[in-house]
């Protein structure tokens, strides 16, 4: 069974910076492209960031690129989202999603999500 | 970046009754490449649908999804209490970025 567990999320002041984390188990893990995907509260769905397989490519949404920098150590099948200059619009459910072998396509198991809260 | 408008926003149905949800988007996805995610409250997206008409594993086949180009839609062909959710389509032909909808909320009427 494919299990995806966040952790990090938390509330933090504007400027500071985070990392997240996503636990995953029940599938190969370096053989798959992963993803962070964020719902802002009452909003929908937003990118962030995936990468591929073996952490050689990576891809950010415009809105973060340049201060969240995406990574994944496949010897402890986690995946990582380290987030600098938090702003308030960053304030979210950060989710870990696992794609399929092609990268950047779609997201077929997702983990409960994680809450980032940029507040002062 | 290609934007994706669903419509309606709201859908207000009853039990067994049939869902028409429409995706839109800005300029053509290639290969139809395109999935529809089902969210209920407190929960994180399930995939019901990829490739604008392949059901996920386990998706029951009530669900559906056909178009392509620009117009896609997700068909529910009589809705059970379980389906009252919020739906997003999510395109992946052109990339990145990977752009979703801005959702569809199918409530009870």
């Known amino acids: 069974e494919v299990q995806l567990v966040e952790s990090g999320g938390d509330l933090v002041q504007p400027g500071g910076s985070l990392r997240l984390s996503c636990a995953a188990s029940?599938?190969?893990?370096?053989?798959?492209?992963m993803n962070w995907v964020r719902q802002a509260p009452g909003k929908g769905l937003e990118w962030v960031s995936g990468i591929s397989g073996t952490g050689g490519t990576t891809y950010y949404a415009d809105s973060v690129k340049g201060r969240f920098s995406i990574s994944r150590d496949n010897s402890k099948n986690t995946l990582y989202l380290q987030m600098n200059s938090l702003r308030a619009e960053d304030t979210a459910v950060y989710y870990c999603?696992?794609?399929?072998?092609?990268?950047?396509?779609?997201?077929?198991?997702w983990g409960q999500g994680t809450l980032v809260t940029v507040s002062s | 970046e290609i934007v994706l408008t669903q419509s309606p926003g709201t859908l207000s149905l009853s039990p067994g009754e049939r869902a028409t949800l429409s995706c839109r988007a800005s300029?053509?996805?290639?290969?139809?490449?395109l999935a529809w995610y089902q969210q209920k409250p407190g929960q994180a997206p399930r995939l019901l649908i990829y490739?604008?008409?392949s059901r996920a594993t386990g998706i029951p086949d009530r669900f559906s999804g056909s178009g392509s180009g620009t117009d896609f839609t997700l068909t529910i062909s009589g809705l059970e209490p379980e389906d009252f959710a919020v739906y997003y389509c999510?395109?992946?032909?052109?990339?990145?970025?990977?752009?979703f909808g801005g959702g569809t909320k199918v409530e009870i009427k």
């Open positions: 999603a696992k794609g399929v072998p092609a990268f950047l396509h779609y997201f077929d198991y």
């Open positions: 300029q053509s996805v290639s290969s139809s490449y």
């Open positions: 490739g604008a008409s």
């Open positions: 999510q395109q992946y032909g052109s990339s990145p970025p990977l752009t």
């Open positions: 029940g599938f190969s893990f370096s053989s798959y492209a």
